[in-house]
């Protein structure tokens, strides 16, 4: 799911590759600094759709950018001309909402029976992110087991004595990549599993969803969320061209909620040879892909974390009202997606 380092040279030459090289972060060298101070590299954002510009504008003027569109039923719902079954909903998600998943994508939704990026190295990991909040250690107790236990118990002394694997719960959130929520999805075998343990949706996220989806649903259908897939990103992280292909009915959309930090998101055609349309994602957006559009590759080449690009502002404020200041720390650098899919 995340993009690898290793991409051939005949890559290199579609145009999605292209656009995902001209966003991604590169490092360059600044000379006034005696040690090479790393800076990132300037790229032109000139041509990046950016729709809460867009949003503001039309309700000022009346007028949109060529190629993009309202919806029929909703002003506020934005289209690309090119693109039908795709949907930006700006400012979606409340300031309110907003939090809620930001903390919900960290405590509850890692939790087992979901499954992460972290189970097959080990297994199921409990209270992740309480544990990293608390400084404690993942202590490998045999092949098959590993416990947490605080920094500077006799066990962790013990397993380093016996040359026995440890890891920061710190270091394991940084590194949580992907959970999975209702309908586990195996990514081994590319395909949900039935016969995973899973616990359902949250009923609140369910209906934020439904509500979103119901200007692409076909008529006189209610979306039914069954499984959900959420990422997390860090500084550096991207998400590589792709299609999501796996549930059973494409006229039924994705919904994809963004929260944290600003991305740049790639929507391009059928084939990766279609140059894609760069748009940036923010926290609270919505976009939904139905229909010809659950055919199109798209990914995410950049997320941005410095405090002039990142607008989370009014996040950082709010976030430490609660459990301290640890979920504004995470969320300062970190870009979480939450997309919900009708599987059946």
């Not at 145009?15 to 966003?23: D, H, L, N, V």
């Not at 059928?270 to 140059?275: A, G, L, Q, R, Y």
Request: hydrophobic content about 35%; some cysteine; proline content about 6%.
């Amino acid at each position: 799911m995340y993009e690898s380092a290793n991409v051939s040279d005949d890559a290199d030459r579609t145009a999605f590759r292209r656009a995902e090289k001209k966003y991604k972060l590169y490092y360059e060298q600044d000379s006034k600094f005696s040690r090479k101070k790393k800076l990132p590299k300037p790229v032109d954002l000139s041509s990046v759709l950016d729709f809460n510009s867009i949003s503001q504008d039309f309700n000022k003027t009346g007028v949109l950018p060529d190629g993009i569109r309202v919806a029929e039923s909703d002003s506020s719902v934005f289209c690309i001309e090119n693109r039908p079954g795709f949907y930006f909903i700006p400012n979606a998600l409340s300031l309110e909402e907003q939090c809620k998943w930001i903390k919900e994508s960290l405590t509850s939704f890692p939790q087992p029976p979901n499954r992460t990026n972290h189970n097959a190295i080990y297994g199921p990991v409990a209270d992740l992110f309480d544990s990293a909040k608390t400084n404690k250690v993942l202590v490998q107790e045999d092949t098959k087991r590993w416990k947490f236990y605080d920094d500077g118990e006799e066990a962790i002394v013990d397993a380093k004595q016996r040359s026995c694997k440890s890891v920061p719960a710190s270091v394991l959130l940084r590194k949580l990549r992907w959970s999975t929520l209702g309908l586990q999805f195996d990514w081994s075998k590319r395909n949900y599993d039935v016969s995973l343990p899973h616990n359902n949706i949250p009923d609140a996220l369910c209906q934020l969803a439904k509500r979103h989806a119901a200007i692409a649903m076909p008529v006189g259908e209610e979306f039914r969320p069954e499984g959900a897939i959420v990422n997390y990103f860090g500084l550096g992280d991207t998400l590589g061209g792709h299609l999501d292909d796996m549930e059973a009915d494409w006229s039924k959309p994705i919904v994809s909620m963004s929260l944290g930090c600003k991305a740049i998101f790639l929507l391009g055609g059928k084939s990766k040879e279609d140059p894609p349309h760069a748009m940036y994602l923010r926290s609270g957006d919505v976009v939904l892909m139905a229909g010809e559009a659950r055919e199109c590759f798209h990914g995410v080449p950049r997320i941005f974390i410095d405090e002039e690009n990142a607008d989370i502002g009014a996040l950082e404020s709010e976030l430490p009202h609660e459990r301290g200041h640890f979920f504004a720390e995470y969320i300062k650098t970190s870009r979480i997606n939450i997309n919900i899919r009708q599987v059946f």
